[in-house]
């Protein structure tokens, strides 16, 4: 015999097994389990608060939810496709449990604004873990910056060499970068935090409920003030997924600095055996396996937020079916983010080793002190401009010659400009260029603790 659904008295025919399959979204939204049952708990209360239920069946449901909680985290409660989905597996189970009071549940609610509270409550979670895991990769950062204040490493522009920096520099570049990803999801969490509960399929409802009841019990900061808006919102989703698309730019522009950096051509970083893996034919290689495939995921994220902007472009007034796509978009975009920012955690605080010696070799063996020989000059009253035009002529004869700047010998110097003195050489000195660029948010090595300093102080107050 076909079991009855719900809502099955208005049909005289059976779902076809196909579209029942088609239609259920069980095999994913059991990842609400949790948030489910812990709204169904708050609603009941709310029932039994305003004596729509009573307060002894208000328990009983509260009690029978719990059971049902206690049984899935035991493994006991595993429903199957025909449960159709989480909640109608949640509302069956407690009805076998308690009787005809289970049935009470769905007083003054619709699966409309019971999925957006078990959303909200599941993404509201996942934000606080996933900034935890933000605050852990940012201290790692800071680690590494602390132990490389005078780390020299070569600095790019067009990915060409431009001017050396601090090691810890650069690396606090992506500690600020996750400092913003940081604070936008605490932003975006405020919006998430709103509960629908209470807004019913899409009207509101007739019975006496307590909105702000069930909304302070579920810990939400608001509630939805427009009914319609309540259950068919999906801002919130789209700007989670925008902020975690931005949290995979960052990872993945780190990750591609980590592969070039373990290059031989570059040379910089050296992977450890914990977090690389060998070719199954070239027994030499040791691949960059972790920051390639948080690059590759990058593009998954960026596709769920397109895929979810598109979902909700032409979507009309109040709930559709379509909204059930939401869900395994929402999903997929955490579990990505968080593995992602695990295993980039991961392979910066014990999977790759700096090469303070080749790191000094490649910022002495370039024109990236070009700059600082016209700031030599203008600083001596020359005009920068004019400067800048001297000093590209010098780099044109020393590439000619197959020179560097510092193999100038001092009479060649002065021959250029008279303004040229023997102290020439310690200002385009690596050490001395990075060190004279003691602006605010520089890279001058004075600058650079203070930042360390500064960023530390940051995360351990905020």
Known sequence: MTEQ?????????????????????IGFDIELIE?????????????????????????????????IRSEYREGKFNPGIEAEDVHFAVERRLTEIVGDVGKKLHTARSRN??????????????????????????????????GNVETLIPGYTHLQRAQPLSLAHHLLAYFEMLQRDWQRLGEIKERVNISPLGCGALAGTTFPIDRHYSASLLEFGDIYRNSLDGVSDR????????????????????????????????GFVTLKDSCATGSSIMPQKKNPD?????????????????????????????????LQEDKEALFDSVKTVRCCLEAMT???????????????????????NATDVADYLAAKGVPFREAYNLVGKVVKTCLASEKLLKDLTLSEWQDLHPAFEADIYEAIAPTQVVAARNSYGGTGFEQVRQAVQDAQERIMSE
């Open 5 to 25: 659904k719900t809502w099955s008295q208005r049909f005289e025919g059976a779902l076809h097994p196909a579209i029942a399959r088609f239609n259920a979204s």
């Open 35 to 67: 948030y489910d049952l812990t709204g169904s708990v708050a609603h009941a209360k709310m029932l039994a608060h305003t004596g729509i239920i009573s307060a002894e069946e208000g328990d009983q449901l509260v009690a029978g939810l719990e059971q």
């Open 113 to 146: 604004d019971q999925v957006g509270t078990d959303t909200r409550l599941y993404l509201r979670d996942q934000i606080d873990q996933i900034r935890s895991q933000v605050r852990e990769l940012q201290q790692v950062l800071l680690n590494l910056a602390q």
């Open 235 to 266: 801002d919130f989703a789209i700007e989670f997924l925008c902020a975690a698309s931005l949290i995979m730019v960052h990872l993945s522009r780190l990750s591609e600095e980590m592969i070039l950096w373990a290059s031989q051509e570059f």
């Open 290 to 322: 972790v920051p390639e495939l948080v690059r590759g995921k990058t593009g998954r994220v960026f596709g769920h937020l397109q895929g979810m902007l598109v979902l909700m472009k032409a979507l009309p007034l109040a709930y559709n079916k379509d």
């Open 346 to 368: 991961i392979l910066l605080r014990e999977g790759i080793e700096f090469r303070p010696q080749r790191l000094a070799v490649a910022v002495a063996e370039d024109f990236s």
